[in-house]
Nanobody, 126 residues
Framework: QVQLVESGGGLVQPGGSLRLSCEASGFTFDDYTMGWFRQAPGKQREGIVCISKSGDSTYYADSVKGRFTISRDNSKNTVFLQMNNLKPEDTAIYYC???????????????????WGQGIQVTVSS
């Protein structure tokens, strides 16, 4: 079965950096788009970044563009989210996700995501 396991979250001061990792198993990793979502307290879950199966195409929501970078290592079945210049409004639970089928591509519509990690807390506070 599909498993996605996030790591790397924690508490960081405003302006700081964190790197999230998501290790995948149970499917052919390099056949699938991967995405990162987040859910802040009292808000709906939102898609923030995604990356194509080969890594040559990405999408960033305006809220994180220029500060976050998504990448993947298909040899290690892992996707990464480098988060720089973190702000208090980035505080949320972050989820790694993959679509239900390989034909879903990376786009700002964030449709088709059907498999989720357990989520990891990121807190930005002084």
């Amino acid at each position: 079965q599909v498993q996605l396991v996030e790591s790397g979250g924690g508490l960081v001061q405003p302006g700081g950096s964190l790197r999230l990792s998501c290790e995948a198993s149970g499917f052919t990793f390099d056949d699938y788009t991967m995405g990162w979502f987040r859910q802040a307290p009292g808000k709906q879950r939102e898609g923030i970044v995604c990356i194509s199966k080969s890594g040559d195409s990405t999408y960033y929501a305006d809220s994180v563009k220029g500060r976050f970078t998504i990448s993947r290592d298909n040899s290690k079945n892992t996707v990464f989210l480098q988060m720089n210049n973190l702000k208090p409004e980035d505080t949320a639970i972050y989820y790694c996700a993959t679509p239900e089928a390989p034909w879903y591509y990376c786009s700002g519509f964030f449709v088709g995501y059907d498999h989720w990690g357990q989520g990891i807390q990121v807190t930005v506070s002084s």
